[in-house]
């Protein structure tokens, strides 16, 4: 099997056929691309779908998500990326995460210098995912990557852009009505058989 940490899906995806072959289409021209849009847009959802969707040759090492909703700390954004790709084989939290950093800025041996160092002579795409609480970070990551690993691209997903030079933005607008409402029928039935969208469509509307 092909080198990376996606899971598979337990949902099936409805719509943003579209959407997926622009969004292959901008990786085939620029090495950093960030999904934009508000919250439940669907943007992690979509961000795996077209990586999957795309030809796994071009990423012969990999496609590696790095999840960053749980980083609290933008400190930590290039240690969870690390962990993300198996440079490391644990995560430290608390105490011992200030005191590794603390051991790291003595030696000098950053953990945005080891995920270059890893990633320097691979050719993998990069999954971002919820940058937008940890703006900054991100954007420093993406930076770093981008310049000193030829071989790497970026798909990022956020509330607002990076800003890093080179980053093109793909915003991501809500499903239109029948899309939307055929989700909302294939999420209902599989919670609720027999679940009708067509049995209350003024509420299904509403909802969506």
Same mark, same amino acid.
């Given at each position: =099997?092909?080198?990376?940490?996606?899971?598979?899906?337990?949902?099936?995806?409805?719509?943003?056929?579209?959407?997926? #072959?622009?969004?292959?289409?901008?990786?085939?021209?620029?090495?950093?691309?960030?999904?934009?849009?508000?919250?439940? %847009?669907? +943007?992690?959802?979509?961000?795996?779908?077209? %990586?999957?969707?795309?030809?796994?040759?071009?990423?012969?090492?990999?496609?590696?998500?790095?999840?960053?909703?749980?980083?609290?700390? &933008?400190?930590?954004?290039?240690? $969870?990326?690390?962990? !993300? @790709?198996?440079?490391?084989?644990? +995560?430290?939290?608390?105490? $011992?995460?200030?005191?590794?950093?603390?051991?790291?800025?003595?030696?000098? /041996?950053?953990?945005?210098?080891?995920?270059?160092?890893?990633?320097?002579?691979?050719?993998?795409?990069?999954?971002? /995912?919820?940058?937008?609480?940890?703006?900054?970070?991100? $954007?420093?990551?993406?930076?770093?990557?981008?310049?000193?690993?030829?071989? @790497? #691209?970026?798909?990022?997903?956020? #509330?607002?852009?990076?800003? @890093? =030079?080179?980053?093109?933005?793909? &915003?991501?607008?809500?499903? =239109? /009505?029948?899309?939307?409402?055929?989700?909302?029928?294939? #999420?209902? !039935?599989?919670? +609720? =058989?027999?679940?009708? @969208?067509?049995?209350?469509?003024?509420? !299904?509307?509403?909802?969506?």
């Amino acid at each position: =099997p092909a080198p990376g940490n996606l899971r598979a899906r337990l949902t099936t995806f409805v719509g943003r056929e579209e959407d997926i #072959r622009v969004i292959g289409s901008d990786l085939a021209r620029a090495r950093l691309v960030t999904l934009l849009g508000p919250g439940g %847009a669907g +943007k992690t959802r979509l961000s795996q779908e077209a %990586a999957e969707a795309h030809p796994a040759g071009d990423w012969p090492d990999g496609v590696w998500l790095v999840e960053l909703a749980p980083v609290d700390d &933008p400190e930590d954004v290039a240690e $969870a990326a690390l962990a !993300a @790709v198996g440079a490391r084989e644990t +995560k430290l939290r608390g105490a $011992a995460a200030e005191e590794l950093r603390a051991l790291t800025d003595r030696t000098g /041996d950053h953990p945005l210098d080891r995920l270059a160092e890893h990633c320097s002579r691979r050719r993998l795409l990069l999954l971002l /995912d919820n940058c937008e609480h940890v703006i900054g970070a991100a $954007a420093e990551l993406a930076e770093r990557i981008l310049t000193q690993c030829p071989g @790497v #691209r970026i798909l990022a997903t956020s #509330r607002e852009p990076l800003g @890093v =030079p080179g980053e093109l933005l793909r &915003p991501v607008e809500p499903l =239109p /009505d029948p899309v939307a409402l055929r989700l909302l029928g294939d #999420r209902g !039935a599989a919670a +609720k =058989p027999g679940f009708r @969208v067509a049995d209350d469509p003024e509420a !299904a509307a509403e909802i969506c």
